[in-house]
């Protein structure tokens, strides 16, 4: 595309939308090396703690990168000799519509997302650019399945929020398969160990404490908050208690499982979840702290951090536990985008629109190539 030409607003919501006779601003893509065949993945917030982590994965993938974010100099610096960059705020609808334009997908980690995430997915369906976001804020998934799942599958687009999660659904979708229906509940919990928060999580759960929060109960979603439920799960290291916090499962679980009660948990002491009622005061701390230190733990640390993920699925004729184990938790979160990415690439979703990661993929196959960063560890009858 040439600098200046206008591109459709057709989809843009009203405050989203530039004036008619506003141009788009020229000169603010770098187009080297741009082979039709190669449409390249656009990363928004490459020159961010995980954004750069993704670029590294698809790198190693084999994907073609372009590198989106405000700071051009700091895009020049980070992008590899035959990689494009493009100029995009995400507070300019415009240069977000102009830096996707010839893409396949966008990956953006430009968070806190409920904040800055919309206007990135509503140019993305105008653009015919698959999206993908690393979404921790539940209140921002479900306005993506709510507000832009319609338009996204009239227009052939495949909309994967909150998927750097992924594989807490795609467990959920290990365990309730083959199990007779509808079921009662699916519980997911995670536990992590040696995890530090990057700067830019710690300023996403500041955002995440204010905002609200759902389950799934009775084929609905209904108000909940962090610690609103506590249970005892089965970890690999043990059984612990798990606190209730805003996962995306309730929102994704019910999308590909009939499930009558989906809740996400994490595993804490059975004392944080008190803490769910000072949630909001708790939040303007958090958010000071996201003002100092390092972007995120160093490569040494960041790959001794581990996780684990259960699900389990119950219902008439009885239960089923799957368990992921992973090692690198911003590891994991940067293969699981690309290897997404890579998926829809190889034209393997199952449907167009705001899809659940296991609507999307099939789970165990999808998990499979999450490896050596994550496997299956078990999957066992309840
Ligand atoms: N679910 C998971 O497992 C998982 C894992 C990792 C991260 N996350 C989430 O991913 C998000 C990013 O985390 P992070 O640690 O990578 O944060 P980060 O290092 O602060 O990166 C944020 C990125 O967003 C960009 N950005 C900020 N404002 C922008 C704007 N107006 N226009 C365009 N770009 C803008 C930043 O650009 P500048 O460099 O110009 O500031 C930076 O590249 C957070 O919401 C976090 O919760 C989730």
Redesign the pocket.
Known sequence: MTAGKRVLHRGAPEELRPAEDEQLHPGTVSWSLLAATEQPIAV????????SLVCEQLRELGLPVRL????RE?LEQRAQSDEEIAV????DWDSLAEALQGAFAVIS?????LQ?GFATVDAAITCGVHYLD????QAYSRQIYERFGGRAAEAGIVLLT?F??APGDFAAGIAADGLEGPLEDVVVATEQSGFVF????R???AQVLEQPQAAWEDGRLVPSRFGSTTKRVRFPSGEHTVVEWGGPEPLTVPRHVEVRRVRAYVKAPRVAAATGKLASRLAPLVRLSARVGR??PPPAKRRKSTCSIVAEATGPGGGRRATLIGRD??G??ALVLARGVQALRDGEARAAGALAPAEAFEPRAFVTRLGPLVQLESLVDL
């Open positions: 928004l917030g490459a020159t961010g703690y995980t954004g989106l974010g405000r700071r700091e995009a705020d995400v507070t980690t430009a968070g806190p997302f800055r690393s979404s921790t804020e909150a750097a999660n990057s700067r830019g999580s300023e996403t759960l972007p995120g938790v911003y994991v979160a």
